[in-house]
C-alpha cells in the first residue's frame, strides 16, 4: 500500500526554524517528483517547494525561495523540507505528495499534477 507520512511539525516563534519529514512506504520516493505543499485555514492548498526525480534539482515558491530548502535522503526514502526565518504568514498544515507522471517544472507547484498525498502536518509560527 503506498503511503506517505508527514512529520516534524509544531509551534515556533518568528524567526524559528523546523525540518519537516515525508516519509514513503510501498514505493521509493526517489523515482518521483516530491512536492511540499501548505493549507491555512479558509485559503487554498498551494504549492511551496518541489524536488525532480532526475537530478534532484529544487524548485520554490518566491515567498519561501532563500528561507526553505527541500533535501532527498535516498537511503532513508525520505524527503525533507528545511524551513528557517519562519514568519506567521507561514503557519498551515503542510502536506506531502508525489507525482507519478513526469511533471514539467513550471508545474510542479500546481496540487494537480500530484498523485499521492500524506495526512498533513500542523505548523504554526506565533510568538
Known amino acids: 500500500q503506498v503511503q506517505l507520512v508527514e512529520s516534524g511539525g509544531g509551534v515556533v516563534q518568528p524567526g524559528g526554524s523546523l525540518r519537516l519529514s515525508c516519509g514513503a512506504s510501498?514505493?521509493?520516493?526517489?523515482?518521483?517528483?516530491i512536492g511540499w505543499f501548505r493549507q491555512a485555514p479558509g485559503k487554498e492548498r498551494e504549492g511551496v517547494s518541489c524536488i525532480s526525480d532526475s537530478d534532484g534539482s529544487p524548485y520554490y515558491e518566491n515567498s519561501v525561495k532563500g528561507r526553505f530548502t527541500i533535501s532527498r535522503d535516498n537511503a532513508k526514502n525520505t524527503v525533507y523540507l528545511q524551513m528557517n526565518s519562519l514568519k506567521p504568514e507561514d503557519t498551515a498544515v503542510y502536506y506531502c505528495?508525489?507525482?507519478?507522471?513526469?511533471?514539467?517544472?513550471?508545474?510542479?507547484?500546481?496540487?494537480?499534477?500530484?498523485?499521492?498525498w500524506g495526512q498533513g502536518t500542523q505548523v504554526t509560527v506565533s510568538s
Open positions: 505528495a508525489a507525482a507519478t507522471s513526469p511533471v514539467w517544472e513550471a508545474l510542479c507547484l500546481l496540487p494537480s499534477e500530484y498523485d499521492y
Open positions: 510501498g514505493f521509493t520516493l526517489d523515482y518521483y517528483v
